[in-house]
T-cell receptor
Framework: GEDVEQSLFLSVREGDSSVINCTYT??????LYWYKQEPGAGLQLLTY?????DMKQDQRLTVLLNKKDKHLSLRIADTQTGDSAIYFCAEKEGAGAGSYQLTFGKGTKLSVIP | EAGVVQSPRYKIIEKKQPVAFWCNPI?????LYWYRQNLGQGPELLIR????????DSQLPKDRFSAERLKGVDSTLKIQPAELGDSAVYLC??????????????FGPGTRLTVL
């Protein structure tokens, strides 16, 4: 079955860049996502990348996709204390309107040191 | 625009008791999902509805879990009887699934269930 792996913890200093890594196994994944979960809250979609892209940039966020190695990363530039949260990598299998199945990793807890 | 609403936010019950969770999706979203998130894990899908039809309930433990989505809007998820291992956060999400659209899932804040 599908599997998504992430490192569990990351600690960075405020102002530095954070890089959260993820590997996945399903080669048919069409979309890959990064979600953010703050304490006591639901998941908030941060960004996503389509499988035919290798990079996507959105303000402080940069997503890199290496489809050959099935490796996804999220870089947060100028990390702020408000970025402290758990970040989930997720993949969606299949394409088209009928595809919906998301497989999530266990999440990476990002701690930002002031 | 209001997001996905869930209630209650927290629930503590003793084992063998019943419990129910309620979800109101974003207006106009035809697809609704229930996920379970165990401590230190990512969410796992329990059931997916398209309008009022449960189109994927393969991960729902049917001996004790049930769900319904009457009129294709609000949904309830019930556990009867609850077991210690059911302690988790139950997340509801909704999306507008249509041809040619991205189908982003929007999540509610979840219900944290503690079974004693």
């Amino acid at each position: 079955g599908e599997d998504v792996e992430q490192s569990l913890f990351l600690s960075v200093r405020e102002g530095d860049s954070s890089v959260i890594n993820c590997t996945y196994t399903d080669s048919s994944s069409t979309y890959l996502y990064w979600y953010k979960q703050e304490p006591g809250a639901g998941l908030q979609l941060l960004t996503y990348i389509f499988s035919n892209m290798d990079m996507k940039q959105d303000q402080r966020l940069t997503v890199l996709l290496n489809k050959k190695d099935k490796h996804l990363s999220l870089r947060i530039a100028d990390t702020q204390t408000g970025d402290s949260a758990i970040y989930f990598c997720a993949e969606k299998e299949g394409a088209g309107a009928g595809s919906y199945q998301l497989t999530f990793g266990k999440g990476t807890k990002l701690s930002v040191i002031p | 625009e209001a997001g996905v609403v869930q209630s209650p936010r927290y629930k503590i019950i003793e084992k063998k008791q019943p419990v129910a969770f309620w979800c109101n999706p974003i207006s106009g979203h035809n697809t609704l999902y229930w996920y379970r998130q165990n401590l230190g894990q990512g969410p796992e899908l329990l059931i997916r509805y398209e309008n009022e039809e449960a189109v994927d309930d393969s991960q729902l433990p049917k001996d004790r879990f049930s769900a319904e989505r009457l009129k294709g809007v609000d949904s309830t998820l019930k556990i009867q009887p609850a077991e210690l291992g059911d302690s988790a956060v139950y997340l509801c999400a909704s999306s507008l699934v249509a041809r040619g659209t991205y189908n982003e899932q929007f999540f509610g804040p979840g219900t944290r269930l503690t079974v004693l």
